[in-house]
């Protein structure tokens, strides 16, 4: 053996709260490094069987068809809509964000007709607008909404859509990557056909898989395609035979990343969901008043507001990048910039799963007083911390 | 916190020699444990370079597009097609085996002609009959192939094929999920255009990501595209735009799979390519030698043979599935079945990265010796050590 090839690997030890990855428990780290198995190997077949029934716990459903998609969050969008969907399908999609955006590219390029139900950035899509677009179109296929809009923080608005999906009878999707785990998501008893997440979010694995479920309805629809799904890697068709009681060779599963999420899903599920909701509430209710007490005012209202991440108006005159530089480069803290129009406006702060605790928002606020007055921003010392000291008390 | 929602997470300890994944070094464990970093920290932008100057040098190339897809190898392979077909392109085919088999199955859902140059599966594909194919054709856009097509066991000679795929201004694209690392891949030298692979074979990695390269020539096929690719998850053009400088956010990475490929190329270019590939013949040489010591035949000659994966024929009488399962449960080794219409006719023995050593293949004879006689095929004892134990010295 020669000389290392490279410098050793050595990333530093972040405060992750940006939109994700969040950090993760130290037994999801263990499980990351547990020894291989084949992946057809019964004992690997058993740890396929566990994550899709803690899969199907988290999503709150009875659904069969429950897997994790081997991509990131995005290849379980895609996933959800390429099944679904064949050329000349009429989708109608809610867009107030970034990633209402992106269903409405993925859809196109599977031929579909997209129908746009649009709302400004920072505020949630409206019931209104989805009947009023359901009652012009002759047939519509699947209605698409984003819970949690990572772009914003908006969480919308699920029932009353789920409803009129229903009785335009059309398959209701959903994203749930930065919801599930960290607010309530209630597949079956909301009615929603199709819902995808992602790991590193509020379920508090590395980023890597995509949980999927669809109900017994966009099975059937799947089961009735004219064509081929168009995409080979995330055909539904192929992999339910995998994971399904065939155990038909589609593709090598992410053994590694299979043991992190099944992992992460005991955690979160010992937690207990409503707990963990909670948990989440709780924290996004600190941070939003501790940053309101140091005169930071929240980019969404109360009422809408996703609490895995909160978003926040930067202050006037205050530089966007030096303050996020500094954040990481002086206290080690990831938070997120704005996305698309809000690039420079905002800032997006996440507490999610593993980091969705006092001690992050402390952490958090702490640096912010103390970085602020050095970027052009007063900060009456002490103030933040105060007022999410008083939040948590209350 | 409540109790368990699940057992404990322990997958038993197994000696990985099926087509993979295998056994991956301390040190790649290791990194898979390591803290995460967000997809757009600088410091993980500093891996994320890292880890393509290692690939550049694992593929032999000097393409600047060299990534790794955030997906097992058959995304590699549905990237290295989706990207470069548009509907109606013609692509020639080499289908020797299962893996050519799937090629033609996702080229056709791009839309593209799929011209099929076949070989009876356990031969190697044939020059003469791609010109042949090449001839009929008016125009060609890709021509591909399986270096090491990981059902059979066989390893196809490039260099004749991309000379008559240059000839006809085609452009060669190879799979070299089990050859890359295990066996010589010279991208430049030999005039491949679209190179991908898998983590989880001889590269040393679990499985998970596909690392891919294009050439300028297929990347300026991708920028003259007509359409959009029809894949949004495994689309170069969004891609190149995250990996390269721009950095604009595309999906979020898998960070902990990217620094356990940044640990598994560190430890394949310490050793050496060749001294690699040397130590992938040994060991292939020793297997081959042992088991033809036993009485167990080859299922392809030498002159074909792909060093990391041996294929040989199940002794006529043998139980195929109770010899596995008595391997694994008894010795905790895994070895692959056939697949497709070798299924039950021939075992596939894997000698990949960390496990490509004259240990791994003592044990496996070992264990083999002791079972197949209780199976009804009758060994004279220590015959297959002795021949391997010959092969090693010679």
Redesign the interface.
């Known amino acids: 053996?020669?000389?290392?090839?490279?410098?050793e690997?050595?990333?530093?030890?972040?405060l992750?709260l940006?939109p994700?990855?969040?950090?993760?428990h130290p037994r999801v780290?263990?499980?990351?490094?547990?020894?291989?198995?084949?992946?057809l190997?019964?004992?690997?077949l058993a740890?396929m069987d566990?994550t899709v029934?803690?899969l199907r716990q988290a999503f709150r459903t009875q659904n069969q068809l429950t897997i994790p998609i081997?991509?990131?969050?995005?290849?379980g969008m895609?996933a959800a809509l390429c099944n679904v969907l064949e050329p000349g399908d009429t989708i109608v999609i809610g867009v107030n964000g970034y990633f209402g955006e992106?269903m409405s590219?993925?859809a196109s390029?599977?031929g579909a007709k997209v129908v746009r139900v649009e709302a400004p950035w920072g505020t949630a899509l409206q019931p209104e607008l989805f009947e009023a677009a359901l009652r012009q179109q002759a047939s519509v296929k699947v209605v698409a909404v984003v819970h949690a809009e990572t772009s914003t923080g908006v969480l919308q608005p699920l029932r009353e859509i789920a409803a009129l999906a229903k009785a335009k009878g059309a398959l209701f999707l959903v994203d749930t990557v930065t919801s599930l785990g960290g607010a309530d998501v209630r597949c079956d008893d909301w009615g929603i056909d199709i819902c995808y997440s992602?790991t590193?979010k509020c379920i508090g694995a590395?980023?890597?898989l995509a949980p999927l479920t669809l109900s017994p309805q966009a099975l059937a629809v799947l089961r009735a395609r004219k064509t081929?799904?168009?995409?080979?890697?995330?055909d539904l068709t192929l992999l339910d035979k995998y994971w399904g009681s065939d155990r038909v060779?589609?593709?090598?599963?992410?053994?590694?990343?299979i043991?992190?999420l099944?992992?992460a899903?005991?955690?979160?599920?010992?937690?207990?969901l409503d707990a963990r909701h909670g948990r989440h509430h709780r924290s996004a209710a600190m941070l939003r008043a501790g940053l309101q007490g140091m005169g930071i005012q929240p980019f969404v209202p109360d009422s809408i507001r996703a609490n895995p991440l909160t978003t926040v108006v930067i202050p006037a005159g205050v530089d966007d990048l030096a303050v996020r530089k500094a954040l990481?480069n002086d206290f080690s803290i990831?938070i997120g910039g704005g996305?698309g129009p809000l690039r420079g406006k905002v800032w997006r702060v996440g507490l999610m799963g593993y980091n969705s605790t006092p001690r992050s928002v402390f952490t958090f606020l702490s640096a912010l007083e103390q970085l602020l007055p050095r970027h052009g921003f007063k900060v009456s010392p002490g103030s933040g911390l105060a007022a999410a000291q008083h939040a948590l008390a209350t």
Chains 1, 2 share one sequence.
């Open positions: 053996m020669s000389d290392r090839a490279m410098g690997l050595a990333p530093p030890e972040r992750l940006g994700g990855p969040a950090n993760i780290h263990l499980a990351l490094a547990a020894p291989l198995l084949g992946h190997d019964p004992a690997f740890i566990d029934t803690l081997s991509g990131t969050g995005s290849a895609e992106r590219d993925m390029r599977y992602g590193q590395p980023p890597g081929k799904v168009a995409n080979w890697y995330l060779y589609h593709h090598t599963a992410p053994i590694s990343m043991y992190s099944r992992e899903l005991c955690i979160t599920l010992e937690e207990g990481l990831e996305l």
